[in-house]
């Protein structure tokens, strides 16, 4: 190989690696599930894809939306899916979670076709306004599953990613979100 064909090569892998590190700083993160909180969505040792730009400019996470986020009295990233929005009013109540635009409102228990077991214990936070920038958040296997009910709100500067697929070695598919 020639002294000009090895200096190609050389700056093809700088500009990779380089590429690939800027990639994963700012763009894409993926890792390991640990725990059983999302099941059966996501499940301990499942690989998941994270987009860490989802939720720039204007764009904000919606109700459903599974996303990896710090929440204020946990140092670490956690994987929930987003129930409740900014500026409304949620309560759990006989299992169901309802959203509401005022404490007098009836409400609407919404929908949620993606849990295995639809009831949601009431333990911790029941029934709160979420203020402007919070987002209540839960796991989708709501009986084990710590989250916005015993964590408190998550504040949008905190959620770092919207996960958009995952592979699933127990499973051995790749599913999308």
Known sequence: MSLLNKQYLIALAIVVGVTVVILRLFVFEAFFVRGDSMAPTLLSGDFVLVYKLAYVGDLEPERGDIVVAIPRVLPQKVIKRV???PGEYFEILNQKITIKNSRTDEGVAIDEP????????EIGKTKTNID???YFMLG???NVSID?????MVDEWDIKGRVFGTISFKRLKYIGF
């Open 140 to 142: 989708d296997n709501r």
């Open 148 to 152: 916005s009910r015993e964590l408190g």
């Open 114 to 121: 993606y849990l295995e077991f639809p009831n949601t214990p």
């Open 132 to 134: 402007p920038k919070e």
């Open 83 to 85: 129930i409740g929005l």
